[in-house]
């Protein structure tokens, strides 16, 4: 099924580099000069020079034969360089859609990012490279040393010829016709050792809780299964290989068996001693190298590039058409006016419902509220109750299963990504910050933004410390050198600059400390449009206007004090969220 | 080193593990070298006695042993893959067993990827070992005596090989060096581009949110040229190398043919002793292939030293004693851990949990509390001193009755099993671990389970609910450590949490302790902690300080003391 994937992007790749693929060809053909002529070379040296006694005579037709192997050579070097022309231009396809697809799968709905992704472009990209250099090379040496050989041996001895190309024909064929099938066992060969190594890591990566709940036997037993699983794709690999060899007995060690057959009826024929030895050397020297290196290298690196290149494709669907969907040409649709003062609600979600499965219970049910311009609203609720779930869901990042999501009016569902960007903004907990310049990083949501902008956003939301210590915002930001609590920052004060009229802050600023979180969340509070936080800390919920509770099936809304009096799962959260009751009068001492 | 001797007696092993495959292919593989080494000679002969019209016998027998190449190599095939499948799984299966028979201390210093490193990609080098060692005698033979053949034929032919061959070595080895100078760069900026994308898979919610897929490919794409023009001129260096190696071999052949031509020429030589001399110039010149099979065992001598580093790390001695009636009494005796630098973790704490309390373990970081966790439930056995559960010492314990009696839930769990349920109940009989052939949800064992650690309504919500594969599971931490202490509540007498609820909400923590309180009556507690309410909540409350114990008391009693109160004040101003 996915082969053809494999072939269809070979072939592509071929296509698409002809004239490179044609000066290889070139080259190739230079390269192959001593093979045409090493037989027939020295059949002329050990004639007309050794055995006729002109040692001089004999050594100038090998001097020849010199000269051409040093062309030979230098070809060689030629061949690779433009090998290279064609495997690099491959190299980069494969590398941008290993890029795009990653990109495309952590960026779709419902998508995780799959870091696995990393690898494949590191090392899966680097087989491909390798084995598509080796397969290249492999397939047009033996096409054309065969070739040579052949040739030389048709000027030499025509009936010689005849007869060697027959069993080299007949190896062939058993070769290719177990090919598929090599493929095949390759394939479940190389899935039973990632399976092996992914259960193994699973296993040992809870080395501890295994042991710890005496599943000693168990876990290694499952973990044996797959050993024995790789075992047996091993020795099918055996079977596989054996086949490998017996093709190459036969097409290259028989046409060598015919020759000595055929000798003496040959030798009666007026074959020379020279002739021989120099169908010999076309035999042994040219065809049996050049069919060994060509099921070798298709059995060896030919399946690896098969497999491989086959696992990029599976994980990085190509799309021929790179666009995405015709969504973007839409024009979003306006309902009338739904507000009292004739403007539609900032955020309208009605009769919401979403479970994470068809037969799952699902998180929100026929939920609905509505937020005015410059509205602050908190959600609290325990963990997993569903609060991020419903950040995804206003700012239209997953589709709900029943109702409706309206941004001023506008149905998220119908809004293309790029325009639903400039109506909301959603900061996630995971804070995104990437190599480049502090200044560059702020403007990822507003490009426009000038530098007097950026600097009175970093003084608003208390980020002037941080922007001083990494060197102003021309200065170079290393994520990896940052702290998750620098990171969330510098996230809140690129979102405090989004032109959107939402803000959704989910667990935002968790890893800020109390104060900071305050002053970020006060910001935000000030900055016109409306405000939705998905609150880590019970004191997001007492700086907001409004507070959602969600847990379990019946959330609520409402201002702090009509739930203090309304939600009992509020009035626990109130009571004992950071670390409540301490039994002495040292409550001073803890922050609030 | 020790280690290395203990590594070649696990490659003697595994040699010795192929059984009959490894006997097998030496006996093939010897075939085919003498064979290897007698068709020059064939041909030569069948090639004069062709010449003068001799006896066909010569390429009859020449004719036999080509097909005894061709059987040969197949079944040299065949053997060497049986042979190493079997090797391989013997040692998977035993480092297996091994991996799970020693305690956590000793696969903590090895990062797990180290570990399956070795399971999976050393063990198959070490599995190679026969074939390396029967390939690596057996493949040197043809060509070291096709030099010795060559030298008995005429000795001018056996040196200039010699001196040709010198040659090739000097040229090969300049190719390794200019060829690793040139990759460095290239996997420079391969790491570069590596770098980028996992910025924007970190950051892929942000990215979907912003809707800027496109520019973030832009921006990993970037340096794509710049890994093009690297990846060229890597080609390029190769072609130079290249072309200088690829004419030595073709060179090296030639002048043989010269040498045998006058060789002939003043008659030393018959045209078909010329034949046999250029087939074994052929053959010595693939000496340097023959070398780098010399790589194939030191490769595998290597991965048998690194699975026997692992293999040479003793097993926890497990003892035989049933556990006496009782209600899970913990007592440590003067208990000492080091750390592998020889400093105190613990340093002689004397315990005693009554049966049926809830002790709390608080300390600054570092003050040994998930040490005293892990040496209490015989994770791993104290340096010195004695941990008893009902009055057994600990290392006497049946292995199985230990692990009824005592239950774990940590800090981060990792949960194992293909389902949900199967993370569950991976401390329970195999018959209520796994999930129930009819359609009911769950075993009624994780059913409470899941109640009890208040994740029920989370796995209701999963898409297949209790059977919902873990891989596609999403869990947040705290979703993952109630998962985990649902797990460690198939304990009997003694429940040991280090710091279970950390990522719990407040809310959600005190359902759960009302939950284990509620029902777990009789069961031991012993629970490290970072809270306030946690030690609050427990009937006594164990204080470490620097690896001794400073106090065991009541909360009220302790945090009198300022000392203690410090302990739980936040190291910084951060969450």
Known sequence: ?592 | MPTFAVGDRLLRQTVLAGGGWTAGLAAVALLGAAAELLLPAALGRAVDAALDGGSAWWAVSACALVVVLICVDTLTDLASGFGAARATAGLRRRLLRHLFAVDVRVTCRHPVGDLVGRLVGQAADAGQAGNAVVLAIVAVLPPLGSVVALAIMEPVLGLTLLVGLGLLAVLMRAFVADASAATAGYQRVLGNIAGRLLESLTGARTIAAAGTTRREEDRVLAALPELDRHGRHTWGLLARASARTSAVAPLLNLSVIAVGGYALTAGWLTPGELVAAVRYAAMGAGLGAVLATLNHLVRSRAGAHRVAELLTQPATPAGDRPLPPGGGALRLRGVCVHADDGRPILDGVDLDVPAGATVAVVGASGAGKSTLAAVAGRLYDPDGGEVRLDGVPLRDLDAAALRRAVGYAFDRPVLIGATVHDAIGLALPVDAAAPPADRSPATPEVLRAARMAAVADVIERLPSGYRTPLVDTPLSGGENQRLGLARAFAAERLLILDDATSSLDTATEHRITEAVLGSAGGRTRLVVTHRTAAAAAADLVAWLDGGRLRGLAPHRQLWADPDYRAVFQPADGGS
């Open chain 1, 1 to 592: 099924m996915s082969r053809p994937g494999v072939r269809r992007v070979t072939w592509r790749a071929l296509r698409a580099s002809r004239r490179e693929l044609a000066g290889l060809g070139g080259w190739s053909l230079v390269e192959s000069l001593p093979a045409l002529l090493a037989g027939y070379l020295v059949a002329r040296a050990v004639d007309e020079g050794f055995l006729a006694g002109r040692l001089l005579n004999g050594l100038a037709w090998l001097g020849v034969l010199a000269v051409a192997v040093l062309v030979g050579a230098a070809a060689t070097g030629r061949t690779y360089r433009s090998l290279g022309a064609v495997v690099e231009p491959f190299r980069d396809e494969v590398a941008a859609q290993v890029i795009r697809g990653a990109l495309r799968d952590a960026t779709r709905t419902g998508g995780r990012p799959d870091s696995a992704a990393v690898t494949r472009l590191t090392h899966q990209m680097e087989i491909v490279r390798d084995t598509f250099a080796g397969l290249l090379m492999v397939t047009r040496g033996f096409l054309f040393s065969a070739g040579a050989a052949l040739l030389g041996l048709l000027a030499l001895a025509p009936v010689v010829a005849a007869l060697a190309v027959a069993p080299l024909v007949a190896g062939l064929v058993v070769f290719l016709a177990a090919l598929p099938a090599m493929v095949t066992h390759q394939r479940a060969y190389v899935r039973a050792g990632e399976q092996l190594g992914q259960s193994a890591a699973t296993a040992l990566a809870g080395h501890r809780d295994v042991l710890a709940c005496g599943a000693q036997t168990r876990v290694a037993a499952e973990v044996a299964r797959w050993v024995s699983a790789q075992a047996a794709a091993e020795r099918v690999l055996a079977r596989m290989a054996a086949i490998r060899s017996l093709s190459l007995g036969i097409g290259g060690w028989l046409p060598l068996l015919v020759l000595m057959v055929a000798a003496p009826w040959l030798v009666e024929r007026g074959l020379t001693a020279g002739a021989v030895l120099g169908a010999l050397i076309y035999v042994s020297t040219g065809l049996q190298p050049a069919l060994h290196t060509l099921v070798q290298g298709l059995g060896g690196g030919g399946l690896r590039y098969a497999v491989t290149l086959e696992n990029i494709l599976r994980t990085c669907p190509v799309s021929d058409d790179q666009r995405p969907p015709a969504l973007a040409a839409r024009m979003p649709r306006r309902r009338p006016p739904a507000g009292p003062a004739g403007r539609p609600p900032a955020l309208e979600v009605r009769g919401l419902t979403f479970g994470y499965g068809p037969h799952a219970r699902p998180v929100l049910q026929n939920f609905s509220l509505t937020l005015v311009d410059r509205d602050h609203l908190a959600v609290v609720g325990p963990s997993g109750a569903g609060k991020s779930t419903l950040a995804a869901l206003m700012a239209g990042l997953v589709p709900p299963q029943a109702g409706t999501v309206h941004l001023a009016g506008t149905r998220v569902a119908e809004v293309e990504p790029a325009a639903l960007a400039r109506m909301r903004v959603l900061v996630p907990q995971e804070a995104y910050v990437f190599t480049g310049s502090l200044a560059d990083n702020l403007r990822y949501l507003r490009p426009d933004a000038d530098d007097h902008t950026l600097e009175v956003a970093l003084d608003t939301l208390g980020a002037r410390p941080l922007a001083t210590r990494l060197g102003g915002l021309g200065a170079p930001v290393a994520p990896a050198l940052l702290s998750a609590g620098e990171r969330q920052l510098i996230a809140a004060v690129r979102a405090w600059l989004a032109p959107a009229p939402l803000v959704v802050l989910d667990e935002a600023t968790c890893h800020l400390d109390p104060v900071l979180e305050a002053t970020v969340e006060a910001a935000f509070a000030r900055r016109p449009g409306t405000l939705v936080v998905i609150a880590h800390r019970i004191s997001s919920a007492l700086r907001a206007a409004r507070v959602l509770v969600l847990d379990g099936d019946e959330p609520v809304v409402g201002t702090h004090e009509q739930l203090m009096a309304r939600s009992a799962t509020y009035r626990v959260l109130v009571g004992c969220w950071d670390d409540p009751v301490v039994p002495s009068p040292a409550v001073s001492t803890r922050q609030r």
